[in-house]
Structure formats: structure tokens, C-alpha cells
Nanobody
Framework: QVQLVESGGGLVQAGGSLRLSCAAS????????MGWFRQGPGKERDFVAS????????YYGDSVKGRFTITRDNAKNTVYLQMNSLKPEDTAVYYC???????????????????WGQGTQVTVSS
């Protein structure tokens, strides 16, 4: 089991930045691939970014490429999402997710991930 807790969300003006953190407890983070997803009001949960356990495979959703950066610190059992140049359409609840590193599945598909955090709200005002 992996327990995930997101933090760092909040209200920010368009063009601003936020850094989300996802702290893992239970089984160590290095055993898992990690992802960030988001769900806006009335929308499905969409892929944002993911990083594998060796940190040599990283994916970004098209809408965040060049603005968001996913990193991980396995020693601290924490994954980060640096969000720059935020836009009102980035407003959503952001979820951290974990997938056992040797389990099959696309890192861009939310159904590949077994463990989820409770989410953190990000609101971008225009």
C-alpha cells in the first residue's frame, strides 16, 4: 500500500506559478512510477504529467508542455509538479498517483495507476 498526500495548491493569478508536492508513505516511492492528473469542474480526470521510477521516462499532457515540470526525490519520498505560466483553464483539483514500477500500463493512462491522493485544489484567476 502507498499513501499519497498532495499539498501546495491554492489561488493564483494568471501567469503565476505554484509548486505541488506529493508525499508518499508506506511502501517507498522508488518502487513506483508516479503521475499527476487533474479534474476540472464537470470534466473527466485528465493526464498532466508522469515520471517513471528511474526518472528516464517523462511525459506531459499537450496542454501543459513547456509550462509544467514533474520531478521526484526518491530519498524524500516526494514528487513535485512545478507549474508556471498558469492559465484559468488550469483550474482543477490535482491528484497524485502511483503505479508499481514493474506493473504494465501506459504512464499517461489513469487506469494504470493503483494509488491516489485526495487531491489539492488549484484555482487560477484571470
Amino acid at each position: 500500500q502507498v499513501q499519497l498526500v498532495e499539498s501546495g495548491g491554492g489561488l493564483v493569478q494568471a501567469g503565476g506559478s505554484l509548486r505541488l508536492s506529493c508525499a508518499a508513505s508506506g511502501r517507498i516511492l522508488s518502487l513506483h512510477d508516479m503521475g499527476w492528473f487533474r479534474q476540472g469542474p464537470g470534466k473527466e480526470r485528465d493526464f498532466v504529467a508522469s515520471i517513471n521510477w528511474r526518472q528516464d521516462i517523462i511525459y506531459y499532457g499537450d496542454s501543459v508542455k513547456g509550462r509544467f515540470t514533474i520531478t521526484r526525490d526518491n530519498a524524500k519520498n516526494t514528487v513535485y509538479l512545478q507549474m508556471n505560466s498558469l492559465k484559468p483553464e488550469d483550474t482543477a483539483v490535482y491528484y497524485c498517483a502511483a503505479k508499481p514500477r514493474f506493473a504494465s500500463g501506459d504512464l499517461r493512462d489513469r487506469t494504470s495507476f493503483d494509488y491516489w491522493g485526495q487531491g489539492t485544489q488549484v484555482t487560477v484567476s484571470s
